[in-house]
T-cell receptor, first 118, second 112 residues
Framework: NAGVMQNPRHLVRRRGQEARLRCSPM?????VYWYRQLPEEGLKFMVYLQKENIIDESGMPKERFSAEFPKEGPSILRIQQVVRGDSAAYFCASSPQTAEGGTKNIQYFGAGTRLSVL | DAKTTQPPSMDCAEGRAANLPCNHSTISGNEYVYWYRQIHSQGPQYIIH???NNETNEMASLIITEDRKSSTLILPHATLRDTAVYYC?????????????FGTGTRLTIIP
């Protein structure tokens, strides 16, 4: 049973380019979460998505960042016109559902994508 | 979600039990306590969670005080591979509020 798969593991972009990070949730999971970890800092929530819907984007920067989770295929975190401050580790997590709390909504994390902006 | 307080760092000898405390004095009745750890720069790993009863699984035990204002994660026989940052997270559940709020955690170092 494969875990949460993220690719690429490492991504290098020059300032002004676009970065696309992909996340395939665990089998049977329909909820995806994105977190960002800046160097030497803790993880910060960015966005929570279900299939074709953004449920909570309270942690997303207002500009240049977008996320989607289409009916088919992986979730995509897209960063347009990257700047050096976007250099970070981006982690995706998935959960089976969120009803009732507790066991049903444990989030399982992928290995992350390390974005470096030159 | 309730705020948590953890010591910034702890050491534990290999083979001994590691006891990691967490204070969550403002926890409310429907909020769970979750523990995750992050080894080096890997993705966070779920360890255990509980509501009000003590819990045990193959990785650890979770002891929650009767008033639920604090808890302790116990790694019964620490190994070098348990060196990591451990996060205690308190989270309730309501639709649209499923995010995990990570604090600074406890950096646990297992000493040979």
């Amino acid at each position: 049973n494969a875990g949460v798969m993220q690719n690429p593991r490492h991504l290098v972009r020059r300032r002004g380019q676009e970065a696309r990070l992909r996340c395939s949730p665990m089998k049977g999971h329909s909820h995806v979460y994105w977190y960002r970890q800046l160097p030497e800092e803790g993880l910060k929530f960015m966005v929570y998505l279900q299939k074709e819907n953004i449920i909570d984007e309270s942690g997303m920067p207002k500009e240049r960042f977008s996320a989607e989770f289409p009916k088919e295929g992986p979730s995509i975190l897209r960063i347009q016109q990257v700047v050096r401050g976007d250099s970070a580790a981006y982690f995706c997590a998935s959960s089976p559902q969120t009803a009732e709390g507790g066991t049903k909504n444990i989030q399982y994390f992928g290995a992350g994508t390390r974005l470096s902006v030159l | 979600d309730a705020k948590t307080t953890q010591p910034p760092s702890m050491d534990c000898a290999e083979g001994r039990a590691a006891n990691l405390p967490c204070n969550h004095s403002t926890i409310s009745g429907n909020e769970y306590v979750y523990w995750y750890r992050q080894i080096h720069s890997q993705g966070p790993q779920y360890i255990i969670h509980g509501l009000k009863n003590n819990e045990t699984n193959e990785m650890a035990s979770l002891i929650i005080t009767e008033d639920r204002k604090s808890s302790t994660l116990i790694l019964p026989h620490a190994t070098l591979r348990d060196t990591a940052v451990y996060y205690c997270i308190v989270r309730g559940w309501s639709f649209g509020n499923e995010k995990l709020t990570f604090g600074t955690g406890t950096r646990l170092t297992i000493i040979p």
